[in-house]
């Protein structure tokens, strides 16, 4: 089965700085790729996803890249708020539609240092 | 109706009891998920609905048993759990065509 990496575990970053997260995954055939933000006590939410056809995809200050052929993908957050602290899940799946399997990396926990 | 709900929001209950945890929503989704989460872990994948049938059970003990009575409500019956079972259980859904899962709020469960 997929087996999905996240480094770092925790990260603390001066507000208004960037912090990038990575996710490494084992399955060639996952090419789905979701970032969920947790705030403590609330549900995950989906913040940015890529598919395994394109390699960068931009959200106002969140990115993410893909590099399929290393199997691993980031997430970029520039100009960081306060807001921002979170638990941030990387995931990957063999989308299919509607009855598919997530499988989620370890969570790393980002603290912005006003 | 644009959320996924679930009720209650806490649960708290014995070994010996006989609980269920309710899930909705009103978007048209046409798969449902279950999800344990427990703290500082990742969610990991109990069971997927697919048109109101069972596509995936990822190997979940008997004492949970998922029901989906029609395609917009999902139900977990708990039974004989142990206190390691206690966790944040979540459930997902998604529009067919679609890949993004919308998450409840989930509803935090003590075994006691």
């Known amino acids: 089965g997929e087996n999905v990496e996240q480094h770092p575990s925790t990260l603390s970053v001066q507000e208004g700085d960037s912090a990038v997260i990575k996710c490494t995954y084992s399955?060639?055939?996952?090419?789905?790729f979701p970032w969920y933000k947790q705030e403590l006590g609330k549900r995950p939410q989906l913040i940015i996803d890529i598919r395994s056809n394109v390699g960068e995809k931009k959200d106002q200050r969140i990115a993410v890249t893909l590099n399929k052929t290393a199997k691993h993908f980031s997430l970029h957050i520039t100009e960081t708020q306060p807001e921002d602290s979170a638990v941030y899940f990387c995931?990957?799946?063999?989308?299919?539609?509607?009855?598919?399997?997530?499988?989620f990396g370890t969570g790393t926990r980002l603290t912005i240092i006003p | 109706d644009t959320e996924v709900t679930q009720t209650p929001k806490h649960l708290v209950m014995g070994m010996t009891n006989k609980k269920s945890l309710k899930c909705e929503q009103h978007?048209?989704?046409?798969?449902m998920y279950w999800y344990k989460q427990k703290a500082k872990k990742p969610p990991e994948l109990m069971f997927v609905?697919?048109?109101?049938?069972?596509?995936i059970n990822e190997s979940v003990p008997s004492r949970f048993s998922p029901e989906c009575p029609n395609s917009s409500l999902l139900n977990l019956h708990l039974h004989a759990l142990q206190p390691e079972d206690s966790a944040l259980y979540l459930c997902a859904s998604n529009q067919e065509g679609y890949n993004e899962q919308f998450f409840g709020p989930g509803t935090r469960l003590t075994v006691l």
């Open positions: 995931a990957a799946s063999d989308a299919n539609f509607g009855n598919e399997k997530l499988t």
């Open positions: 978007m048209g989704h046409r798969a």
């Open positions: 399955d060639s055939a996952s090419n789905y």
């Open positions: 609905y697919s048109y109101e049938k069972l596509s």
